[in-house]
């Protein structure tokens, strides 16, 4: 064996790497999982079988363009970050889910949210506790798990940043 062979790595250790690499870190596919779940939100607004007479997905959500352009750029930037690198998907998560569970706050304290502007442009909403409850969840436990899983789970799973 040669000194330029000995520099080389073995074959099975040149797998192990391949594989490494091939392989997505547990914070990209939840990222994907992410994606999937705002490209979804969007296109099931657009299922007649999902809405009430009045339009209201579920008969509770008046979902308006801004809604669909919101929740799109979502699962973008959630696909963008996924693809990307383990730590793109962390921040997503940290960023992401602190703007999205403030905003789900935001909507149960005061019946109008921030990230479609409501609460600027209409004030706050006199609405009942469930309306709000119902309104706001998937805002709060979509953007609180967004947050466990970009400060607890990342770390856990070793992602610098």
Known sequence: MSSADSSLPSPRRRQTTTRRRRGLHIM????????????????????????DAQGNLFGLFSLQLIDDA???????????????????????FR?????YFLDG?????FGR?????????????????MTKIATNLPHIVIGGTAVILGFIVARRHAVDG
């Open 105 to 109: 706050v935001v909507g149960l304290i």
């Open 113 to 129: 949210a921030y990230l479609d502007g409501g609460i600027f442009t209409d004030g706050p909403a006199d609405l009942d506790i």
């Open 70 to 92: 919101l929740h799109a750029a979502s699962g973008i930037w959630a696909a963008l970050a996924a693809w990307r690198s383990a730590w793109a998907s962390t921040l997503y």
């Open 28 to 51: 990209q596919k939840r990222a994907w999982v992410y994606a999937a779940l705002f490209f979804s939100v969007v296109a099931i607004g657009y299922v007649p079988a999902f809405n």
């Open 95 to 99: 960023l992401f889910g602190t703007v």
